[in-house]
């Protein structure tokens, strides 16, 4: 397994194979983890900070976490390759953007990845398409109690994990689930998502988690504390309580849309199918916007001969660091644009 293979399919959040997955694009756990015996990444020294990450690395490849597990060097790889890690959901900006000794190990699936000194020394995920938090879990504890067999996490009686953030101290566990509401925004009640989670303590983050924008419409909503609830309370709130008054509020919308504003949301739907086919020079930005009304075009049966794959994969492959793996060399600027644009309408305008 190589890090180029992953280049050629969606990642797994953008699978659409699972539950709901036309508004819940993916379920996502993480769990922090420290090892005992070694300061919290802030005060480790360089030396320190190597031989966690060659011991931890050398503990993920012998757990027999996944069937084939691949370790990317994060601080030898170039930028181009973690970039692609960023959008492929697999390991975090500040992850990628950091110095010293750390890296990521991938499962062949993509539904795991372990990241290794980032801010805590292992952050453990467990990515599922659609709404599959129960089954999040099960793995994502199965590869926990495997490497805490062999690694010695750091617990407090009273506290729980002990983690470098605060508020994961406890539990250690984030659940999060990503979100596609376009017609919320079409109809301008996404206000309606932020209270919502206001209400229930909760956090809505764009696209790529802390301080990004909500590119393309899509939505994380995540808990923000760990500490007095249980893993299983956690997971059992965001599934029944949390992310139903979310989709119910977007099938809302959706149905607003399709009875009362048709001909704007065909109109919405088809001026982002004709930019997508026609356009010569394309960036990010536009493209995740126009795919993001065209998928919810096909997901409301108005465009029916667009493969809803073939969209998923376009929302990854037409990214700065996908696209420059595809292309084979690296581009900018309004190279880089035509290339997108390029690519695009060799997707679409077939037949």
Not at 96 to 118: F, H
């Amino acid at each position: 397994m190589k890090l180029s293979d992953l280049t050629s399919h969606a990642g797994e959040w953008l699978r659409g194979s699972g539950p709901m997955s036309e508004i819940v694009i993916s379920s996502r756990i993480r769990l922090a983890r420290n090892v005992s015996g070694y300061p919290f990444l802030t005060r480790c020294s360089r030396h320190q900070r190597q031989t966690l990450e060659h011991r931890v690395r050398d503990t993920i490849l012998g757990a027999q976490l996944a069937p084939q597990v691949l370790y990317v060097d994060l601080d030898q790889a170039p930028q181009t390759d973690r970039d692609l890690l960023v959008e492929r959901h697999l390991i975090s900006k500040q992850h990628a953007s950091a110095e010293g000794a750390r890296g990521v190990a991938v499962g062949e699936a993509e539904t795991l990845s372990i990241m290794v000194n980032e801010e805590d020394h292992l952050r453990i995920q467990v990515l599922r398409s659609g709404l599959q938090l129960e089954e999040a879990w099960d793995q994502i504890n199965a590869a926990d109690d495997k490497l805490e067999s062999k690694l010695d996490f750091a617990f407090s009686p009273r506290f729980g994990y002990l983690t470098a953030c605060p508020t994961n101290v406890g539990t250690g566990i984030r659940v999060s689930v990503m979100l596609h509401l376009p017609a919320l925004k079409l109809t301008s009640e996404i206000e309606k998502v932020f209270r919502a989670a206001k209400d229930m303590r909760l956090a809505v983050r764009g696209l790529y988690g802390e301080g990004t924008e909500a590119t393309g419409d899509f939505y994380q909503i995540s808990n923000q504390t760990t500490l007095g609830k249980s893993e299983e309370e956690i997971i059992s709130d965001f599934k029944h309580l949390v992310i139903p008054k979310i989709i119910d509020y977007e099938h809302h919308a959706r149905k607003m849309l399709m009875t009362e504003r048709t001909v704007a949301l065909d109109d919405k739907v088809h001026r982002a199918l004709g930019l997508l086919r026609s356009a010569r020079l394309l960036t990010s930005e536009e493209v995740l916007s126009a795919l993001s009304h065209l998928r919810m075009g096909i997901n409301l049966g108005r465009v029916k001969d667009i493969d809803i794959r073939a969209v998923n994969e376009m929302f990854l492959q037409t990214q700065p660091a996908h696209l420059q793996k595809l292309q084979g060399k690296r581009l900018e600027g309004d190279v880089r644009r035509a290339a997108r644009a390029d690519f695009i309408r060799s997707r679409l305008n077939v037949g």
